[in-house]
Structures are given as structure tokens and as C-alpha cells.
């Protein structure tokens, strides 16, 4: 009989956030499949855990991955723990799960911490309806098309972000979802500097850019859903005309972006050209 993978949420700050059903779990279990096994050697140590350890991430699970299943088809158990929090969210994992279901072995989570859920529950926003976003790209002009893509999303939406990149995502943020919009903040949830923050876009990168949150820790970033029938019901051709009638050309596309979720650029050109158009030479 083959064994069972495990895939054990862990705490993402906290120690004592751990299950007593997933301290056991790691204990009872032949191998762990650690995402680093300096950093998870560090938590079991603190429970007294001396299971086996073997590195599972991103430049290896393809490889590791056929190991771990002939693990498992052999009859030992093995559990999956990423750095921090439920493994396969933004951490590696899925090529692993994949493979095991496509080996016919059984996957059983063991639920526990997760930075998303954990945001989520005291963001006071709505949680009927969210999408997790993860991690935008690093460039800007990626991390602007991917939060154009997003312009006219109603759903709650959940971001992760490094402190380094803070900065220049809120303020693409305000530029493309307007300053007004309802976010929240979380740095270091669970950690001894947790700081939770919940106020407007335009606020919140006021805040970054006075050095009032911390530059250190992990981030967690909800965005309120926008109103589709409040962007859409706005004609952004005559409010482009109207503003760049009173304002350059680059402030009025500016401002139509922000209140109606389009990307500036686009909005820049269209603008050109419908100058240009008008033009009668």
C-alpha cells in the first residue's frame, strides 16, 4: 500500500500558530519535503521534531517531485511544508501534488496558517466574493498591465508584496484603481511588529512615502473590488476633451485613468489622436 502526502500549513509568524494535528503529523511521517530545510530545520527543532528533511523548490520540484512519489509508492508517508503558511500559495508544491494525484496516491491537507485568509479576516472588506492576485511582476510596466488587466474587478482583491517593491506598487495602485479606493494593509501578521493598516490608496502611499510603515517583513495588500456601473457609465472620451481643455495633456489622461480604472497611456494616445483628428491641417 502506498503512503499518503501530507501538505501541512505552517505558522507565518508565529510559532505556536502550529497545529497540534500538524506537529504530529511532521513527527509521525517517514519524510518532510521543506521549500528550505534550514528554515523548517529551525521549526521542528523547536518542537522536538527530527523527522527527515528534503529540499522541494522552485529550481528542483520537477526533479524532487519523481522522488518524493517513488517515496510514496514504496508506502511512506511524506509531508509538503513551504517557508511559511499553507504550501502551493505562492510556494511550490504543485508539481509535487500533481504528480502524486497522477500516481493514484493519496494528498491530505492539514489546514492551519495562511497570510491571504488571515488578511482577509480583518481587512473589513467584502469577503463574499475575492481573487488572489499573488505577486505582481517586478517591473513596472508589467506590474501596470497586470493592475490594468484588474481595472474593473469587482471582487476583492488580495496581493502579496515584498517591502522593497511597496512603494511603486500603491502608487501604480492609485494610478490605475484610483486614490479613493479602499485597501488594507498587513506587514508582519502574526509577527511580534505586526502592523495593520486600513484606510484609502492615496492614504496608504502618503504613509509608504513618509517612511510611516516599516520598510521590513512580509506584506500582505487587499484592494476593494471597483464598481463596474460607476466606471462604466462615465464617458471617458468627453472627460478626456473636457479636462485637456484645461489641463496638459498627460494630467488629463492621468486623472481619467484614476477615475475610470483605463490605462493611462492608452488614454494619453487617444487623446492624441483624437487631436490630431480635430486638426484640420
Not at 505577486?135 to 497586470?146: E, M, N, Q, T, V
Amino acid at each position: 500500500m502506498s503512503g499518503t502526502l501530507f501538505v501541512v500549513a505552517t505558522p507565518i509568524g508565529n510559532l505556536e500558530d502550529l497545529s497540534p494535528r500538524a506537529r504530529q503529523t511532521l513527527a509521525d511521517v517517514d519524510l518532510i519535503a521543506a521549500e528550505d530545510t534550514r528554515h523548517t530545520g529551525r521549526l521542528l527543532s523547536h518542537f522536538g521534531v527530527e523527522t527527515r528533511l528534503l529540499a522541494l523548490h522552485d529550481h528542483n520540484e520537477a526533479d524532487q517531485a519523481k522522488r518524493v512519489v517513488r517515496e510514496l509508492v514504496a508506502g511512506r508517508s511524506v509531508a509538503l511544508v513551504s517557508d511559511a503558511g499553507t504550501p502551493l500559495i505562492s510556494d511550490p508544491g504543485y508539481r509535487l501534488v500533481r504528480a502524486a494525484h497522477a500516481a493514484g496516491i493519496n494528498v491530505s491537507p492539514i489546514p492551519g496558517p495562511s497570510a491571504m485568509i488571515a488578511a482577509l479576516s480583518v481587512a473589513g472588506l467584502a469577503t463574499d466574493r475575492f481573487c488572489f492576485e499573488g505577486f505582481l511582476p517586478a517591473k513596472k510596466k508589467g506590474r501596470r498591465d497586470a493592475l490594468a488587466e484588474l481595472a474593473h474587478e469587482t471582487r476583492t482583491m488580495v496581493f502579496y508584496e515584498s517591502v522593497h517593491r511597496m512603494e511603486g506598487s500603491v502608487a501604480d495602485m492609485v494610478d490605475v484603481f484610483g486614490g479613493t479606493r479602499s485597501v488594507f494593509l498587513g506587514r508582519e501578521i502574526s509577527k511580534m511588529h505586526e502592523q495593520c493598516i486600513s484606510t484609502t490608496l492615496g492614504e496608504l502611499s502618503r504613509q509608504v512615502m513618509d517612511n510611516e510603515i516599516t520598510q521590513k517583513g512580509e506584506l500582505v495588500i487587499v484592494v476593494a473590488g471597483g464598481d463596474d456601473a460607476t466606471s462604466s457609465s462615465i464617458d471617458s472620451d468627453k472627460l478626456l476633451n473636457e479636462l485637456a481643455a484645461l489641463l496638459p495633456k498627460k494630467e488629463a489622461a492621468r486623472i481619467v485613468a484614476s477615475a475610470t480604472g483605463e490605462k493611462r497611456n492608452a488614454l494619453y494616445q487617444r487623446l492624441l489622436d483624437m487631436t490630431s483628428s480635430a486638426d484640420p491641417d
